[in-house]
C-alpha cells in the first residue's frame, strides 16, 4: 500500500498541488505543510510516468464517489470497507465524500448507521481509529430513488454540487453496484443528470457483463450511449489481489523464469478455483449464470491472458490489455468435448444444490465446471491449458499451477520409480488463502547412499512480508480508478473476445440440456474432471495439495 500512497502522491505532486497524506494518526491531512517532500523525492517519481497515468490536481479539485445499490451486500461488506481503508490510509484527495444511492428510503444517520459496524482499521498503525471511522461517515450522504427515473438522479446532482461547492472542478465515480437488468437504465440516468460539468466523470461496473456475446454486445452498445470507453471501468475483483498483481513481475522481471515459459519447457498450466460452501438460499442469481458464467469465463480467462501474455511494449494500460487480447484471440473456441459439468448433491446433513429453496426444481445449472483451453500461437502450441471451478468442494483456494516436462534422459530416473509425475517440477502461485509462491524441486535427501526426494523453494508471504499489510482486492482497484489506471480493467474488445470463446458451448450446454455430473458436497467434484485431464495426460496438481500446506 506504501507504493500506492506514493503513486498518488507523485500524481498530485506534478501538479504542484498538495496532497492527502497521513499525518501520523491515520487520518487525511490537507495541509500542503504536512506533505513529506521526501516521500516525493526523485527515485520514487516513476509512478505516474511507469504507468502513463492522467494527472489529478487535487488542490483543485473535490472527488465524489456514488455507490448504486448501496444498501446490498457487496457496498456493505466490500466497496465502503475499502473506501474507508483508503480513506484511513491517506489514500484518497482531502476534498472527498461517499454517496449512497439505492431505492431504499433511508436518511443519512440511518446509512452512516448502517455501515459503521462494517468498517474496520486493518492496517498496521491503528491510531485513532474511531475518530477516523467518525470523520469518514461524516462525509458520507444517502439519496433514494429509482433506477429507471432521472428525479432521483437529479436530486442527487444537486446533493453533489452542494458539497462540491468549494473546489472549482470536481470529479466524480459512479460504482453500479446493482443487479444487471438495471444497468443501463442506471448509467444513463446516472450520465445524463448526474455527471461532473467540470471535472471527469468514471463508472465502475461489477460482472456480469452479459450472459453471452449478443447480451454483452448490447450492454456495450447501452454504456456506449452515454459513456465514452475511457470513461468506463469494467471490474473483475480477482485481478486486483495481489498475486495475480504480482504475476507480471514474477516473470517477466526475473531471468530464471522468462525463457522457461513456453511450450519447450512447461506441460500444462491449471489455475483452480475452489469453495467451500454452496449458493446457501442465493441460488435464485447463481441460477442464472452458473459456474462457467459467474467464474470461469472471466475470473479464471482473464489470469490465463495475463499468465499467457508476450511481454508488453510498457506498462501502460493499453499496452497491457492489447496483449491479453492477443492471447484471447489466439485461443480456440471451447467445444462441449473439453468440458465436464458438475452439480453438487447432498452429503450428510449437508444440503444439495436443489434443496436451495431459491433454485428452480430440476435445475440443471452447473455448480463446477472443469475446461481445456488451448493457445494457438508459437509460444504456447499444444499446451493444455485446464481451467476448474466449483461450489462445495472440499476447501477454499485459487491457485496457479505449472506443470513442466520431464528431464530429457534423466540420470536418477531409477531413483524416482515408475510415476514420473510424481516429481514432476512444479511451479505453485497460490492466490488464495495464506498466499504464496512456491516451486517443486527434487533434490537427494541427506545421508549416507541416493535417495531422492520432492522439496520446495518456499515464499509465503505471510512470513516473508509479515510487516506489509495486504489490502482488499477492491482497495486496490477502487485506488486506480482515482488515478486513472485501467491497467486491471476489462476492455471492450477484450471482453467480446472472452465471450466467443464460451458463448458457443453455454449454448449447446441449454440447448442439449445437458445433466451435470453429481458429486457429493465437500469431495473434490465429479470424476469426470479426473477423466478430462487424463485425456490430454495431465494429472491436477491439486490433488497433493495436502502436501503442500
Known amino acids: 500500500m506504501a507504493a500506492a500512497l506514493t503513486l498518488l502522491c507523485m500524481c498530485c505532486q ?44 487535487w488542490a483543485h479539485s473535490s472527488l465524489s464517489v456514488v455507490v448504486l445499490g448501496a444498501s446490498g451486500d457487496l ?47 486493518r492496517v498496521n498503525s491503528r491510531e485513532r481509529c474511531l475518530e477516523a471511522q467518525e470523520t469518514f461517515l461524516q462525509r458520507c450522504f444517502y439519496q433514494a430513488g429509482s433506477y429507471d427515473q432521472q428525479q432521483g438522479f437529479i436530486s442527487l446532482n444537486t446533493r453533489m454540487s452542494g458539497q462540491e461547492a468549494s473546489m472549482p472542478r470536481a470529479n466524480r465515480i459512479f460504482f453500479l453496484s446493482i443487479p ?8 444513463g440516468n446516472a450520465a445524463d443528470c448526474a455527471s461532473s460539468r467540470t471535472g471527469w466523470t468514471r463508472v465502475i461496473v461489477e460482472k456480469p457483463f452479459g450472459r453471452d456475446s449478443d447480451s454483452s454486445k448490447e450492454l456495450a452498445e447501452g454504456l456506449g450511449r452515454h459513456l465514452s470507453e475511457e470513461q468506463i471501468y469494467r471490474i473483475d475483483h480477482y ?8 504475476l507480471t513481475v514474477l516473470r517477466f522481471s526475473n531471468s530464471v523464469f522468462e525463457p522457461l515459459w513456453s511450450r519447450q519447457h512447461i506441460r500444462n498450466v491449471q489455475v483452480i478455483f475452489s469453495e467451500n460452501f454452496g449458493t446457501e438460499g442465493r441460488g435464485g442469481y447463481f441460477d442464472r449464470y452458473g459456474i462457467i458464467r459467474d467464474v470461469i469465463q472471466n ?8 499468465f499467457a501474455m508476450e511481454q508488453p511494449v510498457s506498462l501502460d494500460a493499453e499496452d497491457i490489455r492489447s496483449e491479453k487480447v492477443k492471447v484471447l484471440r489466439s485461443m480456440k473456441v471451447v467445444s462441449a468435448e473439453d468440458v465436464v459439468v458438475g452439480q453438487y448433491r447432498a452429503k450428510g446433513n449437508l444440503p444439495a444444490y436443489l434443496d436451495d429453496s431459491t433454485v428452480p426444481v430440476g435445475s440443471l445449472t452447473e455448480t463446477f465446471a472443469a475446461v481445456a483451453m488451448f493457445i494457438d500461437n508459437a509460444r504456447w502450441d499444444g499446451v493444455p491449458f485446464l481451467l476448474k471451478a466449483g461450489k462445495a468442494l472440499h476447501k ?8 513442466f516436462r520431464h528431464v530429457p534422459g534423466n540420470l536418477y530416473r531409477s531413483k524416482q520409480g515408475s510415476n514420473l509425475d510424481a516429481h514432476t517440477n512444479e511451479l505453485v502461485i497460490r492466490i488464495q488463502p495464506k498466499e504464496a509462491i512456491y516451486l517443486k524441486i527434487n533434490n537427494k535427501v541427506p545421508g549416507l547412499g541416493l535417495r531422492l526426494d520432492t522439496s520446495r523453494l518456499d515464499l509465503q508471504y505471510q512470513s516473508a512480508f509479515a510487516s506489509n ?35 458457443p458451448l453455454l449454448h449447446a450446454l441449454e440447448k442439449n440440456k445437458v445433466a451435470p455430473e453429481l458429486y457429493p458436497y465437500g469431495s473434490r467434484g465429479p470424476v469426470g474432471a ?5 485425456k490430454y495426460g495431465v494429472r491436477w496438481g491439486d490433488l497433493n495439495e495436502d502436501d503442500d500446506e
Open 396 to 403: 477454499r483456494y485459487a491457485e496457479i499451477r505449472v506443470q
Open 299 to 306: 475470473h479464471l480467462l482473464q489470469i490465463l491472458a495475463l
Open 530 to 534: 479426473h477423466y478430462l485431464a487424463a
Open 14 to 57: 506534478a501538479a504542484g498541488a498538495p496532497v492527502a497524506t497521513s499525518n501520523g494518526n491515520g487520518l487525511a491531512s490537507t495541509n500542503a505543510a504536512d506533505v513529506d517532500n521526501k516521500l516525493c523525492a526523485s527515485s520514487l517519481d516513476q509512478g505516474c510516468q511507469d504507468y502513463n497515468l492522467p494527472v489529478n490536481d
Open 469 to 503: 499489510d495486504l489490502p482488499d482486492a477492491y482497495e486496490r482497484l477502487l485506488l486506480d480508478v482515482v488515478n486513472g489506471d485501467k491497467r486491471l480493467f476489462i476492455r471492450a474488445d477484450e471482453l467480446e473476445a472472452a465471450w466467443n470463446l464460451y458463448t
Open 75 to 121: 457496498a456493505k461488506k466490500k466497496i465502503f470497507p475499502a473506501l474507508f481503508a483508503l480513506y484511513y490510509e491517506g489514500l484518497l484527495p482531502p476534498n472527498v465524500q461517499f454517496f449512497g444511492y439505492a431505492r431504499t428510503k433511508m436518511t443519512d444517520v440511518a446509512f452512516r448507521e448502517m455501515i459503521a459496524g462494517t468498517l474496520t482499521c
Open 180 to 187: 444487471p437488468n438495471v444497468f443501463l437504465d442506471a448509467t
Open 239 to 246: 485481478l486486483g489481489k495481489e498475486l495475480i498483481e504480482n
